[in-house]
């Protein structure tokens, strides 16, 4: 066990310093690791619990599979499962990084104008809206390219968090701080990188986090719906494929590996969240009370 020291407080002229403390185990702080076990233990006890339920009842493999034998038919499938994972996180990562780009740029341009805003951002919400399900068939059809098709799909249902989240951001700049940028004659530019865009940074990664999630969703969806068609691609093929054929322990050995992907890209982008904003924004800053 180590304990890393913080900053010494003094009292008093005459009192010797405090120095405040926070013990950490295996690097990890001692306040981080209940939110840390409590989770894996309520995990591992709906696990154990669902294990000892099929056995139990003697359920048939073909209706519930139990947790260990999904765990061996992932790993005696894992050549098969991890090539289609790999598919499905590609898809999902690019459809994602599009939909920065693009929701950021749109935002920006819509905080320098809000007839630009008022115009167009009427049509994003419509594409929000519009059930993917029922789209992506046409989007399959028009573009005539599996992998171009589930991006365009994953990427509709990825882009519209970002760009709220970042357009609310911009457009949520203290005002005082923007009639003082106005009375030093800052430009648009200047006032675009200086105060605009660090007061939209929170609501962009909020909005960052909602979407990685989706575009996991939207990939998958589309997956779905190629999948119908006979075209071969991710996971959600894979579900099918085995549907199909009556191999339920392998159908839940893929949709567990969604289920991971989607929490690990969650993780992910908390950590990236918090290393942005720890240093400066409320919601991150660690208080000693």
Same mark, same amino acid.
């Given at each position: =066990? ?16 405090? +120095?405040?403390?926070? &013990? ?13 076990? =409590?989770?894996?233990? %309520? ?10 339920? %099929? ?5 048939? %493999? ?5 947790? +260990? *034998? ?19 996180? $590609? +898809? ?7 939909? #920065?780009?693009?929701? #950021?740029? !749109?935002? %920006? ?17 419509? !594409? ?6 029922? @789209? ?34 911009? /457009? ?5 701080? *923007? ?5 030093? &004659? ?7 990188? /200086? ?21 996991? @969703? ?20 894979? @579900? ?20 991971? $992907?989607?929490?690990?890209?969650? =993780? ?20 000693? /009370?």
């Amino acid at each position: =066990m180590a304990e890393a020291a913080r900053p010494a407080i003094t009292i008093g002229d005459d009192a010797p310093p405090v +120095i405040l403390q926070h &013990k950490r185990v295996l690097g990890v702080s001692v306040a981080t690791w209940p939110k840390i076990l =409590m989770p894996l233990a %309520v995990g591992i006890l709906a696990l154990a619990g669902w294990e000892l339920a %099929v056995r139990l009842q003697g359920i048939p %493999v073909y209706i519930l599979p139990g947790p +260990i *034998l999904i765990a061996k038919t992932m790993v005696a499938d894992w050549g098969t499962l991890s090539g289609s994972l790999w598919i499905t996180l $590609s +898809i999902s990562l690019a459809a994602l990084s599009a939909a #920065v780009v693009l929701g #950021v740029s !749109l935002s %920006v341009l819509f905080a320098q104008s809000k007839w630009v805003e008022l115009s167009f951002f009427p049509y994003a919400v419509i !594409l929000q809206v519009t059930p993917i399900v029922a @789209i992506a068939p046409l989007i399959i059809i028009w573009v005539n390219d599996v992998k171009l098709s589930l991006l365009i799909c994953a990427w509709i249902v990825a882009f519209f968090p970002i760009l709220s989240n970042t357009t609310l951001g911009l /457009n949520s700049a203290d005002h005082n701080l *923007l009639n003082l940028f106005q009375l030093y &004659k800052a430009t648009r530019f200047q006032t675009l990188m /200086n105060l605009r865009l660090p007061s939209a940074l929170p609501y962009f990664l909020g909005g960052l986090k909602i979407s990685g999630g989706l575009a996991l @969703i939207g990939a998958v969806v589309a997956e779905f719906v190629a999948g119908t068609g006979g075209s071969q691609s991710g996971l959600a093929y894979r @579900i099918l494929e085995s549907g199909y054929q009556l191999r339920i322990p392998r159908m839940f050995a893929a949709l567990f590996m969604i289920s991971i $992907s989607g929490i690990v890209i969650f =993780m992910c982008l908390s950590l990236l969240s918090h290393l942005a904003l720890r240093r400066w924004h409320e919601s991150a800053l660690k208080r000693e /009370n």
